[in-house]
T-cell receptor, first 112, second 110 residues
Framework: KAGVTQTPRYLIKTRGQQVTLSCSPI?????VSWYQQTPGQGLQFLFE???????NKGNFPGRFSGRQFSNSRSEMNVSTLELGDSALYLC???????????FGSGTRLTVV | DQQVKQNSPSLSVQEGRISILNCDYT??????FLWYKKYPAEGPTFLIS?????DKNEDGRFTVFLNKSAKHLSLHIVPSQPGDSAVYFC?????????FGKGMKLTVNP
């Protein structure tokens, strides 16, 4: 079966711009989570969606937002980009958390 | 507040020997714990999980031990193989939210 698909794989944006990242979960997975990975901080939880509702949110500013569609696909938006937003953004989907999350390959965002 | 800590940034072992990766946590509300492996330029890959009501879970070469009184878990890989060389993350979970440690780089030398 197809894995978690994230698009685009790479993005370069300038400060002040906004960006939208997309994630298509594994078929049947209704939970989609987003994580930010940076060399110094490791993997940090952004938010989690289930059935189009945000169930959990990490400690990120309001510039980071997301949504989930009825087909479980999810988007993440970052507005007013800052240099520190440069990171690998990972999406993960799961059927049930204890069974493990399946991660996509990520979107590498570079803010210049 | 770092709820999940992997205090050793790296570990190097010989092929065929045991690799032991450690993880400490502070949040006693975690319902489960998971281990992930990550290669460069790829997303993390789920390895093994353990419910907070268990103290051991085994899957092939991978065994995770949980010591709730010490708030400590460890991943044992036996025997270690060169293909196991990667960054390993432990994570605590509850309410569908995962908190990851910062990762540990394992190098298995042939």
């Amino acid at each position: 079966k197809a894995g978690v698909t994230q698009t685009p794989r790479y993005l370069i944006k300038t400060r002040g711009q906004q960006v939208t990242l997309s994630c298509s979960p594994i078929s049947g997975h209704r939970s989609v989570s987003w994580y930010q990975q940076t060399p110094g901080q490791g993997l940090q939880f952004l938010f989690e969606y289930f059935s189009e509702t945000q169930r959990n949110k990490g400690n990120f500013p309001g510039r980071f937002s997301g949504r989930q569609f009825s087909n479980s696909r999810s988007e993440m938006n970052v507005s007013t980009l800052e240099l520190g937003d440069s990171a690998l953004y990972l999406c993960a989907s799961s059927f049930r958390a204890l069974y493990g999350y399946t991660f996509g390959s990520g979107t590498r965002l570079t803010v210049v | 507040d770092q709820q999940v800590k992997q205090n050793s940034p790296s570990l190097s072992v010989q092929e065929g020997r045991i690799s032991i990766l450690n993880c400490d946590y502070t949040n006693s509300m975690f319902d489960y714990f998971l281990w992930y492996k990550k290669y460069p330029a790829e997303g993390p890959t789920f390895l093994i999980s353990i419910s907070s009501i268990k103290d051991k879970n085994e899957d092939g070469r991978f065994t995770v031990f949980l010591n709730k009184s010490a708030k400590h878990l460890s991943l044992h890989i036996v025997p270690s193989q060169p293909g196991d060389s990667a960054v390993y993350f432990c994570a605590g979970g509850g309410s569908e939210k995962l908190v990851f440690g910062k990762g540990m780089k394992l190098t298995v030398n042939p």
